[in-house]
């Protein structure tokens, strides 16, 4: 079927965007497939080890933007030990030696090396953006690489990576001829910077547009930065502490009022109180506003604060704010979309001042909401049946109570029907994390009414095998499976393995599954890597098929066991 | 566990009862008792016990007052609650601080060759800073009068404060000369002799 000349059916297809799109379009036919594989240049990798780099460029030779995935979520909380994989050289060294032109590299949850980095820099000359989040294994020298030589360099964003600052002068590695910066956001490092050359940077980028400054830049840096960057559309403040009786702080109150294009905030990574009415101005443009890592700001200013964000859709701020600041935000914020509340105390040990009061206040004030991340002391079932009804269009709804398993404080039930009103409610819910005392029941209403959903987190839930069966029967988009925990085993497991082609990954840790089971699994299913991961008990490796499996992580794949994993991890 | 009957009439809970049952049939049963001990999930360390205590003497809406009871220590569980490490890494400075309280302080002796540092927060009292300094030195402090200073030593025990002044040890009551001593110095000869005359 070739109607129309390849160049026509290329030109037809850049119009469409998604990763889904582009696959459904590429199995059509044969020439369809090949136009699109010819045209096809940003590609989603969501797990690494799904596919290997040749196979990818083999595949899409085209390719300019490249996001790959690593590590599995729980490995953002300490679940997966630390050398478990997640490499990005090989990919770097695969696309080198293959002339990609690549121009975009976004990461997560990778090991990046500072050869990587050097290697990238040397070797695509057109690179114009690389987007790190919770990376680690590289240092700023690797940084002062890329900013070295990639000479048309126009974003450079770290999102909490973890990167040993080795206090050199890596900013000053742009040379002067660098002035295409469009975003630049190093606020996750920890050490000095050079202001002069920051300065200087920022003087020569006519179009940047975010930037994000560590807590090493003063607020007397801050404020010179903005005089040359009036253009500036996202910031993030460094050390935001100063005496506000200074004539530096007057000249930052005048600065801020010069700098009308700031729809974003964020930073605040120190802050004097005193000095937040000096943003009160830009407070009224504001569409999205990062105060999580601003542990110095009490309620009370928290509250004066959001009075003056009326146009907010976005808002992370700490409990701090407390179920009042909530209320306050709910009467003021009507464009909410996204919340994010985190723990002051992020060690659990409870001094949470938001309880479910603040989420349903929420519900009733803010229509709009969509995706929600809380943390809070306890909630109960009336309350998630009232935010259900009030907000039907939750996509992402995480709920993480501190004390994990529990119960309504109200009835002392389990909060089976609170989440279950919040599946039967919200049809396009994609993404769900649960917490607090849960039976199976639950989870057979989520397998009932979540049909769209995608992501599933669980935590010290369920009763039996029939709670993960639910699941894994009834939700049919289901990609991403996280159990921690839970009493689920080797009947959840094995009793449909054919789900798990359909699924990116499932990770399992200190559930009820025996390494006899993921050896019956492993065997039936050639085409999922099933990897136990044992840090401890070594020695009795594989010794008995009763024992308990501590951690288990499997994954679809058309690469077979990977060749880079560690002696703690076996693959079966 | 008893149900809380009277808080369920208020909110008129059946209305948005969920129902899973088909149409016409029986409400299916609702309560599995809250398996706080039955079930057969792994326990946390010491959290199950929160949940029972004290929280079943009042429905009140202040939320708030049911929590005042402080929470036993509770272990810590690996990953929970889930924030990321970079976050938690963040936070953890200030914590560390206020939980140690460590007070260090530099104590010089007039004469002695090198100092010593001492942690206040140890010490319930003067009688026992005292002991200490007379120990560690190898001195005796003698007796202490409010009207005359150290009586019967060749020593005076005196301390910094906030303002840069020196001050005799003893004057002040225990915590506020903690939250204002910034270094001991234990004075010799007639330099501390001539404290309790100056006045």
């Given amino acids: 079927m070739n109607y129309f000349p390849d160049e026509v059916l290329e030109h037809v297809f850049d119009f469409l965007t998604s990763h889904r799109d582009r696959n459904a379009v590429s199995l059509v036919c044969k020439s369809w497939f090949k136009v699109e594989k010819w045209s096809r240049h940003r590609v989603f990798v969501g797990n690494c080890y799904a596919i290997s780099p040749e196979r990818l460029i083999a595949r899409f030779p085209r390719v300019r933007a490249l996001t790959l995935k690593g590590k599995p979520h729980f490995a953002d909380f300490n679940l997966v030990p630390h050398d478990w994989g997640g490499f990005v050289y090989p990919w770097i060294e695969a696309m080198a030696k293959s002339n990609i032109g690549l121009e975009e590299l976004r990461l997560k949850r990778m090991v990046v090396s500072n050869e990587g980095l050097e290697l990238l820099a040397r070797s695509f000359v057109n690179f114009k953006s690389l987007v790190l989040i919770s990376c680690e294994g590289f240092t700023t020298d690797g940084l002062a690489a890329v900013a070295a030589n990639c000479r048309f360099l126009r974003e450079l964003d770290l999102q909490e990576n973890e990167v040993e600052d080795r206090k050199g002068q890596w900013l000053s590695c742009f040379p002067d001829s660098c002035t295409s910066l469009v975003s630049l956001n190093f606020a996750c490092l920890k050490g000095e910077v050079n202001l002069t050359a920051l300065e200087r940077l920022v003087a020569r980028c006519p179009n940047l547009k975010s930037l994000r400054l560590n807590r090493a830049v003063p607020l007397d840096a801050l404020q010179r930065i903005l005089m040359l960057a009036p253009q500036l559309e996202d910031l993030g403040t460094g050390s935001y502490v100063h005496d506000p009786d200074t004539e ?107 309880t479910e009061k603040g989420l349903v206040a929420i519900s009733f004030g803010c229509p709009k909401l969509h995706s929600l991340l809380y943390f809070c002391q306890q909630v109960t079932n009336a309350a998630l049946i009232t935010v259900a009804k009030n907000c039907p269009n939750f996509t992402r709804f995480r709920l993480c109570i501190l004390d994990a398993t529990k119960a309504d404080p109200v009835t002392m039930q389990p909060l089976d029907e609170g989440f279950g009103a919040i599946v039967q409610s919200c049809k396009d819910l994609r993404r769900l994390s649960l917490s607090g005392l849960l039976t199976d029941r639950v989870f057979l209403y989520i397998g009932m009414y979540a049909e769209q959903l995608e992501m599933l987190s669980i935590a010290f839930a369920g009763d039996s095998d029939k709670g993960m069966l639910y699941v894994l029967n009834g939700c049919k988009k289901l990609r991403k499976l996280e159990i921690r925990d839970s009493p689920f085993g080797n009947e959840a497991l094995l009793t449909d393995v054919g789900k798990y082609e359909t699924m990116r990954s499932l990770w399992m840790s200190s559930c009820e599954v025996t390494l006899g089971g993921c050896k019956v699994l492993a065997e039936k299913m050639p085409r999922i890597n099933v990897e136990i991961i044992n840090e401890y008990d070594q020695m009795e490796f594989g010794f008995d098929d009763r024992q308990k499996v501590d951690k288990m992580f499997l994954y679809r794949t058309l690469v077979g066991p990977r060749k880079d994993a560690p002696h703690f991890v076996w693959t079966l | 566990m008893e149900n809380k009957v009277i808080y369920e009439k208020d909110l008129n809970l059946e209305a948005t009862e969920l129902r899973l049952g088909l149409p016409g049939t029986k409400k299916p049963e609702k309560q599995a008792p809250p398996s706080l001990k039955t079930s057969n999930k792994r326990a946390l360390p010491d959290m199950n016990e929160e949940s029972g205590s004290g929280n079943n003497s009042s429905v009140s809406d202040d939320g708030k007052s049911d929590r005042e009871t402080a929470p036993a220590p509770k272990a810590q569980v690996v990953g929970w609650p889930p924030v990321r490490s970079f976050r938690k890494s963040c936070f953890q400075p200030k914590k560390t601080e206020a939980e140690e309280g460590r007070v260090y302080l530099k104590v010089s002796m007039d004469g002695a060759p090198y100092l010593r540092k001492i942690d206040l927060k140890v010490y319930k009292g003067y009688p026992e800073l005292l002991k200490a300094l007379e120990e560690m030195f190898k001195f005796s402090v003698g007796q202490y009068s409010e009207r005359e200073g150290y009586n019967g030593s060749e020593y005076a025990p005196t301390y910094e404060d906030k303002d840069g002044d020196w001050m005799l040890v003893g004057d002040v009551p225990w915590d506020m000369f903690i939250s204002s001593c910034k270094r001991l110095r234990i004075m010799k000869g007639s330099e501390a002799r001539g404290l309790g005359c100056f006045l």
């Avoid at chain 1, 000249?251 to 943003?279: D, H, N, W, Y």
């Avoid at chain 1, 004066?304 to 976005?314: A, S």
Wanted: aromatic share 8%; with cysteine.
């Fill in chain 1, 248 to 354: 530096t702080y007057n000249k930052l109150i005048s600065t801020f009022q010069k700098c009308r294009s700031i729809r974003s905030m964020s930073g605040f990574l120190e802050v004097s109180p005193l000095c937040l009415p000096a943003i009160y101005p830009i407070c009224s443009n504001l569409t999205s506003l990062n105060l999580s890592y601003a542990p110095g700001i009490h309620g009370d200013e928290l509250i004066k604060l959001i009075h003056h964000c009326r146009k907010l859709q976005r808002l992370w701020i700490l409990d701090c704010i407390g179920d009042k600041g909530l209320g306050v935000v709910a009467s003021t914020c009507k464009e909410l979309q996204e919340l994010r509340v985190f723990p002051s105390d992020p060690f659990g040990v409870g001094n949470a001042a938001v």
